[in-house]
């Protein structure tokens, strides 16, 4: 059975850091974009950061300069270092394997990892 997993969510003050990780059981992991989304009550889930297969990256502007996406084929994982966290960062996160055409998400969703930036 393929799994997709997110992990690394938690509580914070702003200012601080949190690394995201999705792992997800996939043949040929390593052609497919991957990106991270964001979703809070009321609002549609909005694309975070992407990283094609061939390593470039795209970010929303509200995160540039403070998030960064990178992967890791060898393990099927995909990361999203977060620093500086501010409290409008707040949300459930979640990963997507398989970005189509403008990085549409295409793929399955996993349970999401809640982020919360608080003081």
């Known amino acids: 059975q393929v799994q997709l997993a997110e992990s690394g969510g938690g509580s914070v003050q702003p200012g601080g850091s949190l690394r995201l990780s999705c792992t997800h059981s996939?043949?040929?992991?390593?052609?497919?974009?991957l990106g991270w989304y964001r979703q809070v009550p009321g609002n549609q889930r909005s694309l975070v950061a992407a990283i094609t297969g061939s390593g470039n990256t795209k970010y929303a502007d509200s995160v540039k300069g403070r998030f960064t996406i990178s992967r890791d084929n060898a393990k099927n994982t995909v990361y999203l270092q977060m620093n500086s966290l501010k409290p409008e960062d707040t949300a459930v996160y979640y990963c997507n394997t398989n970005l189509g055409y403008n990085y549409a998400p295409t793929g399955p969703w996993g349970q999401g990892t809640q982020v919360t930036v608080s003081s």
């Open positions: 996939i043949s040929h992991f390593s052609i497919y974009h």
